[in-house]
């Protein structure tokens, strides 16, 4: 199967996302997801489309966030809606790794539901260490046209430290998308599975912290 690539049917809204997300709130803080106001997109992965729609985010060599200025304690939940278009398909998913050192990836907690079905949880760094040799989202083929939700649930804990709670990160993810039909069993072949691990962090971060695991 090819390597899943991109290409822009939608307009990129709100580029300058963080001076929006930042008036919306009213708060002087940027929302969680912050690269842009509204966006959406379809990435082409061999014959199959897959079309993605999503609040705050770009589709550009991936579907991508940028995360910061979060208040302690805040949480909430961003979706990305994704419908594969044509044919019954196993769908994948893939993140990027995180920074060596990243001391806000560490502390936020997030759950990745697809369909109602938690895929991964864990703080997000861990997450996107966990997923970056890919899974297979659902339980089966999906059907063309029909619509299923990626929850991105988060969480930044109370006890979280001031000056990491100012910190920004990010993530990103690539999706696959291969024919039910040129497969012989129920998973399919994982088109990630040959991609290198991430390098694991340091053993302390943030030192002297705990930032609990409450998703």
């Given at each position: 199967m090819?390597?899943?690539?991109?290409?822009?049917?939608?307009?990129?809204?709100?580029?300058?996302?963080?001076?929006?997300?930042?008036?919306?709130?009213?708060?002087?803080?940027?929302?969680?997801?912050?690269?842009?106001?509204?966006?959406?997109?379809s990435?082409?992965?061999?014959t199959?489309?897959?079309d993605?729609?999503?609040?705050?985010?770009?589709?550009?060599?991936g579907?991508?966030?940028?995360?910061?200025?979060?208040?302690?304690?805040?949480?909430?939940?961003?979706?990305?809606?994704?419908?594969?278009?044509t044919?019954p398909?196993?769908?994948?998913?893939?993140?990027?790794c995180?920074?060596?050192?990243?001391?806000?990836g560490?502390?936020?907690?997030?759950?990745?539901?697809?369909?109602?079905?938690?895929?991964?949880?864990?703080?997000?760094?861990?997450?996107?260490?966990s997923?970056?040799?890919?899974?297979?989202?659902?339980?089966?083929?999906?059907?063309?046209?029909?619509?299923?939700?990626?929850?991105?649930?988060?969480?930044?804990?109370?006890?979280?430290?001031e000056?990491?709670?100012?910190?920004?990160?990010?993530?990103?993810?690539?999706?696959?998308?291969?024919?039910?039909?040129?497969?012989?069993?129920?998973?399919?072949?994982?088109?990630?599975?040959g991609?290198?691990?991430?390098?694991?962090?340091?053993?302390?971060?943030?030192?002297?912290?705990?930032?609990?695991?409450?998703?």
């Amino acid at each position: 199967m090819a390597p899943p690539s991109i290409s822009r049917r939608k307009v990129l809204a709100g580029l300058g996302g963080l001076g929006v997300a930042g008036a919306v709130s009213g708060a002087g803080t940027y929302a969680f997801l912050t690269d842009a106001a509204a966006s959406g997109g379809s990435i082409q992965s061999g014959t199959l489309s897959i079309d993605v729609d999503c609040r705050r985010c770009l589709v550009d060599d991936g579907v991508s966030f940028a995360i910061g200025g979060l208040d302690r304690g805040a949480s909430g939940t961003e979706t990305l809606t994704l419908t594969i278009e044509t044919n019954p398909a196993n769908l994948w998913l893939r993140t990027d790794c995180p920074p060596t050192i990243d001391r806000l990836g560490e502390t936020l907690l997030v759950r990745l539901r697809y369909d109602g079905r938690t895929v991964e949880s864990g703080t997000l760094s861990s997450v996107r260490r966990s997923l970056r040799r890919g899974t297979s989202l659902g339980t089966g083929c999906t059907t063309p046209g029909e619509r299923a939700d990626l929850d991105i649930e988060w969480e930044l804990p109370l006890e979280t430290p001031e000056t990491v709670a100012g910190e920004r990160t990010s993530l990103q993810f690539e999706f696959a998308a291969e024919q039910c039909r040129h497969v012989d069993f129920p998973d399919g072949n994982n088109p990630f599975a040959g991609t290198s691990l991430c390098d694991e962090p340091p053993e302390c971060l943030p030192c002297g912290e705990d930032s609990g695991n409450r998703i």
